[in-house]
């Protein structure tokens, strides 16, 4: 069983364009994280977020939008597409406490904005 | 401010040498520390984390990293590298519950 999964592994898509990236863990974890790796392979969190709080990082376009129906799922959604768009979005998970210290991360999605 | 400095960009290292990859923070408490390990397209997986106790941890494929408070540092080492261990290596804390603070990562080239 995947711990943490995402959709579509592939994201290729227009500028201007609408699109959303799924994720999804089994883990049982209260909190998921999104994070962004760009160009240069730099790994930036994006959000935070457990059923009581989001946490935004302050330099997200708010084209930008976690949405979590569930405990068990945190869909990003990006408006109005840019070029400066274009990395690999990694999803994650962590059980908060002070035994949860670990992330546990999905294989990333790739989108890739023309 | 919260950061991680992982000074070495790009180290090369001949196939069987020993490996030293650099890792300081800068922190408000003793944060959790990681290594992570990305292959060329691949995601991100966990080499080998300290939270508490004994500062010198063991991970997987034969790495192990020490924590020192004086320094904020937490040093990768391996004693013997494999061709395969090329790739992109990351340097992450955080605290409990909450997002990982990478550093910009080492890129290791191993040499025949």
């Known amino acids: 069983d995947t711990a943490v999964s995402q959709t579509p592994k592939y994201l290729v898509t227009q500028m201007g364009n609408d699109k959303s990236i799924k994720c999804e863990q089994n883990l049982g974890h209260d909190t998921m994280y999104w994070y962004k790796q760009d160009s240069k392979k730099f790994l930036k969190i994006m959000f935070s977020y457990n059923n009581k709080e989001l946490i935004i990082n302050e330099t997200v376009p708010n084209r930008f939008s976690p949405k979590s129906p569930d405990k068990a799922h945190l869909n990003l959604h990006i408006n109005s597409l840019e070029l400066g768009d274009s990395a690999v979005y990694f999803c994650?998970?962590?059980?908060?406490?002070?035994?949860?210290?670990?992330?546990?991360f999905g294989p990333g999605t790739r989108l890739t904005v023309l | 401010a919260q950061s991680v400095t992982q000074p070495d960009i790009h180290i090369t290292v001949s196939e069987g040498a020993s490996l030293e990859l650099r890792c300081n923070y800068s922190y408000g408490a003793t944060p959790y520390l990681f290594w992570y390990v990305q292959s060329p397209g691949q995601g991100l997986q966990l080499l080998l984390k300290?939270?508490?106790?004994?500062?010198l941890v063991q991970g997987i494929k034969g790495f192990e990293a020490e924590f020192k408070r004086s320094q904020s540092s937490f040093n990768l080492r391996k004693p013997s590298v494999h061709w395969s261990d090329a790739a992109e290596y990351f340097c992450?804390?955080?605290?409990?519950?909450?997002?990982?603070?990478f550093g910009k990562g080492t890129t290791l080239s191993v040499s025949s």
């Open positions: 992450a804390v955080n605290q409990a519950g909450t997002a990982l603070i």
């Open positions: 994650a998970s962590s059980q908060g406490g002070l035994a949860g210290g670990q992330s546990f």
């Open positions: 300290y939270f508490s106790g004994d500062t």
